[in-house]
């Protein structure tokens, strides 16, 4: 039986409470709003279109609307919430929490989201790029904890990097570090006009394109049935389904596709000399079928001693990643 | 007349002594060994040949016995010495001090130089490599002074990098952030045997080679006359010299060069959104003749709100810059 007298030193310490937080995950096609904490678990999540094409104000109220939602079904209200944390396409300021047109956002031009939002909800907002609040998502709960230096790519309809130095997020001048997708990969020489560049060749559109070149050349692919036929239906799923059957067609596209991403890692190799890698969507859905040869392209081009220590992995949040990177948004509290 | 009983509150703070230090810069062709203060001011200096051909051993002994020299010089003793600073070619470990055969030091392969000098020596030894070591010169007393993102290029004989971000060094996983020679900017396509590096492309002699080139096709130069014909003659700064005489062969070559600079620049803006360049020796004899070339090319090709407040500069400490960034990898006093 345990002696009631004998009280550890942290008992205070065990006994704190775990930190309430309002997550908010702003994409181009869907909102989230969720409630959690800062073990990375969401409690309560409600979801709506984003229809982008409404512009900020409309969206912004929505935003709102949710979270009176989610607080309703959480049986919260707004004085148990720490901190709100949003993730949302860049570039914006994030010690000012000002959105500046995302690519995926028609109309936010200079829309000072943390200022409008902590009037509406009387709470602390805090704003980061969603590959930052990814890379801390992946680094806090996901395949990067205890990596001191990571990078995290987000490998989806676009190719942002969020970037963990010695120990903390790395943002930039003006929150502009990590926009890899514009590093040019090929590039003929000094009067070539179109240097193809790291996202055109490795993100979700650039895959698709691959296999579409392909399957001009050979349509004997099992890409061709799954799609019935029609070319502007495949995508990087389809593409790791055959190939997860051995179709050679789609695994010469993850082989020239992986070449190129790893061609992309290799810079990041020899300016930043990470750890980890940590690759989003097209990671998690390709696995080896792309990192594989990533890897071999990445070790072939890199300073090998760096290239030598570093790994490379899918993220680990999967599906939730956008949740849990809106929690940390809000865990870190950041104010420039 | 001073009141003599008013003391100024940090009457202390400004009594304390300068801390005094021994740096050593080793280069591939020569030592030099000097004392000097935390202003980055140089109180006595020796130099030698390195005579690298040698290996480490004797190297080694010659630093020990400068060290000497330039104590009895500055009228020191050891025990006046608060910490010895080395900056030296990597690759390198930083924390432990060992030398992995930097490719202009032949033979030394794991060397645990910060040991054997702290025995030699009986004080404490920190050990940087060169491109790390002028970027905090540059950064405590040169033209970064007051960043908090500044990139260091040597753009001397090779191209490395040393970056401050956040206000500190940043090392990497391995010690080998930085190594950015080996980033490719011409690169043909999946299946180009040869792609062209940014250190084959801007550095010292790749400046060099482009002007040879130049002048095969159109030898009307005052290039050619200042090394009485002799292409293997050819340096950045003859190139500079013509080029500031207006001579088209050199600013063509300048341009090119620059546009190269550029890139490489670019693919760094788009990773690390820095607030400042520091180009070394190039960026010092060249200035805007080569720098000029560099902004418009990085401008073209870096993502425009990051390229937009990044400033190109040359380095300020010019021949000095080896000596002071002895001293500041003394002042760093980096343990890992």
Redesign the interface.
């Known amino acids: 039986m345990l002696d009631s007298t004998i009280v550890p030193q942290n008992f205070g310490a065990n006994l704190k409470m775990a930190e309430t937080y309002l997550g908010m995950d702003v994409g181009g096609t869907k909102l989230a709003v969720l409630v959690g904490n800062d073990r990375g678990e969401v409690l309560q999540k409600v979801k709506r279109p984003t229809m982008a094409q409404r512009g900020p104000w409309p969206i912004i109220d929505d935003l709102v609307e949710m979270a009176g939602e989610v607080l309703e079904k959480a049986n919260l209200t707004l004085n148990d919430i720490d901190a709100v944390g949003v993730s949302i396409g860049g570039?914006l300021d994030a010690a000012k929490g000002i959105i500046?047109s995302p690519p995926n956002l028609p109309g936010w031009d200079a829309i000072p989201l943390k200022n409008v939002l902590s009037v509406k909800l009387e709470r602390p907002v805090f704003v980061e790029n969603d590959a930052n609040a990814g890379a801390l998502a992946e680094w806090r709960f996901g395949a990067g904890r205890g990596a001191?230096?990571m990078v995290f790519l987000t490998a989806g309809t676009g190719m942002g990097?969020g970037?963990i130095?010695?120990n903390?997020l790395?943002?930039?001048?003006?929150?502009?570090?990590?926009?890899?997708?514009?590093?040019?990969?090929?590039?003929?020489?000094?009067d070539d006009p179109n240097?193809l560049e790291f996202e055109y060749l490795t993100a979700g559109p650039g895959l698709a394109r691959l296999a579409r070149k392909a399957l001009q050349k050979n349509p004997f692919s099992k890409m061709l049935e799954m799609v019935g036929g029609d070319l502007q239906k495949i995508t990087g799923e389809i593409v790791g389904k055959a190939a997860r059957l051995d179709d050679p067609v789609a695994l010469q596209v993850l082989n020239?596709a992986g070449?190129y991403l790893g061609?992309g890692l290799?810079?990041?190799v020899?300016?930043?000399?990470?750890?980890i890698f940590v690759i989003g969507t097209l990671g998690i859905y390709l696995g080896d079928l792309l990192l594989g040869p990533a890897r071999r392209a990445m070790r072939e081009?890199?300073?090998p001693?760096?290239a030598e220590?570093?790994r490379v992995v899918p993220a680990q949040l999967d599906a939730t990643i956008g949740d849990v990177a809106a929690l940390c948004v809000a865990m870190e509290k950041y104010e420039g």
């Open positions: 570039p500046y001191q230096n990097a970037l130095l010695d903390r790395f943002r930039g001048a003006n929150y502009l570090a990590g926009e890899v997708w514009k590093i040019p990969l090929i590039r003929k020489g000094l240097p020239e070449t061609w290799a810079v990041l020899n300016v930043l000399n990470p750890e081009t890199a300073v001693q760096a220590i570093v």
